[in-house]
């Protein structure tokens, strides 16, 4: 006989999942208490490193189904998303997704929404590569320099070192790491 589980995740600590389980259970699923599995941690952060996600993982057995109320829930991005799919899938975890109409994400329907939605986020990902591209390479050709600003600069260092200032001396008087006034030691100002 198949169990229901619930994955309940938020972000952040001011928020709750609250509205997770209710959303669940007005969609008729009356998941027992002890079978909700409620994390707060950044969808960022890989399934698989989550303490929540993997102490459900030890509950769960074969035939059981999962549901989430959004696919996000299990991931931030389409590949850690998918992952998280497959390894259930083959631990013979059913996922149910309700934002999917309630699909069950390991059904060949399923499958195949994995795939749209993988493919859409590839192209998302392409597309911002590409628009970033683009625009450094316009605020290059603008002149505009691009990356961190200098912390400090050669003529500085050389200036405090002919007042046979030691480079921790220099590096304490410009607010700057040792590091950084060794790298401009010897430059030419």
Known sequence: MSRTFLYARVSTVGQTTENQVHEVRAAGFDIQHQRIIEEQVSGSMPAAERKGFNMLLDRMEATDVLVVTKLDRLGRNAMDVRSTVELLDSKGIRI?????????????????????????????????????????????????????????????????KALDLTQSEVAEKLEVSLSTIKRLWNVAA
Do not use: N, W, Y
């Open 96 to 160: 149910h997704c309700l934002a999917l109409g309630g699909v069950d994400l390991t059904s060949p329907a399923g499958k195949m929404t994995m795939s749209v939605i993988a493919s859409v986020a590839e192209f998302e990902r392409d597309l911002l590569i590409e628009r970033t591209q683009a625009g450094l390479q316009r605020a290059k050709s603008e002149g505009k320099i691009l990356g961190r600003p200098s912390a400090t600069s050669a003529a500085q260092v050389q200036a405090l």
